[in-house]
Nanobody, 125 residues
Framework: QVQLVESGGGLVQAGGSLRLSCAASGRTFSSYAMGWFRQAPGKEREFVAAIRSSGGRTYYGDSVKGRFTISRDNAKNTVALQMNSLKPEDTAVYYC??????????????????WGQGTQVTVSS
């Protein structure tokens, strides 16, 4: 069992930055691929970014490429999402997720085994 707790959300003006963090419980954090997803009201959950267990490979959704950066610290059991040049359309609840199998389908929500409770990010225009 893995528990994930997100933090760092909030209200920011367009063009600003936020850094989300996800703290994971459990001794096998370094075995999990980790991902970030987001969901805006009335919309489907959307893939944002993911990182392999070793941190050697990262993936990004098209809408955030070049603006967001995912990273992990396996010694501290944390994964972070640095979000720059934020836009109003980035407004959503952001979820951290863990994939025990390091699935090939890392960009899909169904590949993940554990989810955090989410943190709200609101970008004002």
């Amino acid at each position: 069992q893995v528990q994930l707790v997100e933090s760092g959300g909030g209200l920011v003006q367009a063009g600003g930055s936020l850094r989300l963090s996800c703290a994971a419980s459990g001794r096998t954090f370094s075995s999990y691929a980790m991902g970030w997803f987001r969901q805006a009201p009335g919309k489907e959950r959307e893939f944002v970014a993911a990182i392999r267990s070793s941190g050697g490979r990262t993936y990004y959704g098209d809408s955030v490429k070049g603006r967001f950066t995912i990273s992990r610290d396996n010694a501290k059991n944390t994964v972070a999402l640095q979000m720059n040049s934020l836009k109003p359309e980035d407004t959503a609840v952001y979820y951290c997720a863990a994939d025990y199998t390091n699935s090939l389908l890392i960009v899909t929500a169904g590949a993940y085994d554990y989810w955090g409770q989410g943190t709200q990010v609101t970008v004002s225009s």
